[in-house]
């Protein structure tokens, strides 16, 4: 019997190459689409010491129209999980139009793609961000939207073309799902965040002091209204996320419709419970300063995830402890992070 795959758009990034891992687990085929615009080839050798098998990989562009009319050709695809994208608050500002061009126009050709092909499961990677500046926490998901950069418009337009897609077709099985903050890495250590340059995210820059990188952290603010002075947020661990991706799979695919959930431990941690906490389980010092709030920088926010518990079934078993203690381990055994200046270039599957 030929294999049915889901695909995962920008499948060797951060979040896809986690939640592959979590499709594989549930006895799912990913088929990886990637560009490489922000990850690396390697994961592949990493995915296959953790599930045995390496998954396959089309190199490609989501808003390529033709490469994907032959890979929904080429391939048996049963549903979609879409990742791939562009993720930086600060470069959106700067360049919104790159934002626009990725994340907008990138889905649009992709539910294109889906539509001529007769593929109508998709789950697409949203963002808390969609909340901008929200009024309380937790916060729930009918909250209004209130996005406060480009990023977080092209999440938000890019839910509200996939809602106008549902309602054009209600056969659709479409989950949109608002992620708070994905920290941590597999618990291997294999394959974890791959940040370029100075991270501007607050794990990978604390991991990066601890092993020797960079000498100190900057904490932005801490003359905030919360219980020590620095920024709180909901931190949720990278494959609690992914498992929560298989569980809307799998929701939506005996459901159809259009669901939109928080995934979010519905608990807020600060920039010093987090800092306090690794040091804690990695046992290294990390050296940092207080310095003034971020531009931009929002002072609490956390989820209200009790809808996707209430639908999925759904919940995030994973604390702060080991969110750091898992970042620690591939920040660890991977100081270099692959050394990306010598990045080579990738055997992908030719489609
Ligand atoms: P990531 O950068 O690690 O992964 C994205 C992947 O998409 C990368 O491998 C990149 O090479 C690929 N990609 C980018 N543009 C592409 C294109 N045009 N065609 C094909 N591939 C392309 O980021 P991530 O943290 O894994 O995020 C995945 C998704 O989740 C993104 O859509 C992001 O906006 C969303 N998200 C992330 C966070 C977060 O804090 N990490 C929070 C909320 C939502
Ligand atoms: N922080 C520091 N020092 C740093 C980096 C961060 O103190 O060097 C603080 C921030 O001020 C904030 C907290 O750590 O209080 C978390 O900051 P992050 O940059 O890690 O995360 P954000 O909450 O700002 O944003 C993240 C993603 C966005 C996404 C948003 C959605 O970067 O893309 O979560 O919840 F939209």
Redesign the pocket.
């Known amino acids: 019997m030929p294999s049915k795959y889901i695909l995962v758009t920008g499948g060797t990034g951060f979040i896809g190459s986690h939640t592959s891992i979590a499709l594989a687990a549930a006895g799912y085929i990913p088929l990886l689409l990637d560009n490489f615009s922000n990850s690396d080839a390697r994961v592949l050798q990493r995915l296959n010491n953790i599930i045995g098998t390496t998954p396959k990989l089309v190199e490609g562009d989501v808003r390529d129209t033709p490469l994907l009319a032959k890979l929904f050709g080429d391939y048996d695809i049963t549903g979609v999980m879409h990742f791939a994208g562009l ?3 600060g470069d959106s500002v700067a360049d919104p139009l790159s934002y626009y061009d990725v994340n907008v126009c990138g889905t649009v050709n992709l539910a294109r793609a889906m539509k001529a092909s007769g593929v109508k499961t998709l789950i697409f990677s949203s ?3 969609v909340y901008g500046e929200p009024e309380s926490s937790p916060i729930p998901e009918h909250a209004p939207f209130a996005p406060a950069n480009p ?2 418009q092209s999440k938000a337009m890019s839910e509200l073309i996939l809602a106008d897609l549902h309602k054009s077709d209600p056969t659709w099985r479409i989950a949109r799902l608002r ?3 994905p920290v941590g890495a597999h618990e291997s250590g294999l394959i974890g965040e791959l940040p370029q340059g100075k ?5 990978p ?1 604390v991991s990066q002091v601890a092993v020797g990188i960079r000498e100190r ?5 801490n003359d905030y209204p919360t219980p020590d002075g ?5 931190y949720v661990h990278v494959m609690d996320l992914a498992e929560g991706h298989v569980a809307a799979l799998r929701h939506v695919t005996d459901n159809p419709g259009l669901l939109t959930l928080n995934l979010g431990t519905g608990v807020g941690a600060s ?1 010093l419970d ?1 800092v306090n906490t690794f040091e804690r389980v990695s046992g290294r010092p990390v050296a940092r300063d207080m ?1 003034p ?2 531009p931009g ?2 002072p609490a926010y956390w989820a209200d995830p009790s809808q996707a518990l209430a639908t999925l079934g759904w919940k995030a078993k994973r604390g702060l402890d080991e969110m750091c203690a898992d970042s620690w381990r591939w920040q660890a055994l991977n100081p270099d992070a692959y050394d990306r200046r010598t990045r080579p270039r990738t055997t992908s599957t030719a489609v």
């Open positions: 993720k930086a608050v963002s808390a961000t990023y977080g992620y708070f903050n991270p501007n995210n607050l794990m820059f952290l900057t904490v932005h603010g620095t920024g709180v947020r909901d920039v987090v310095g709030r971020r920088d929002v």
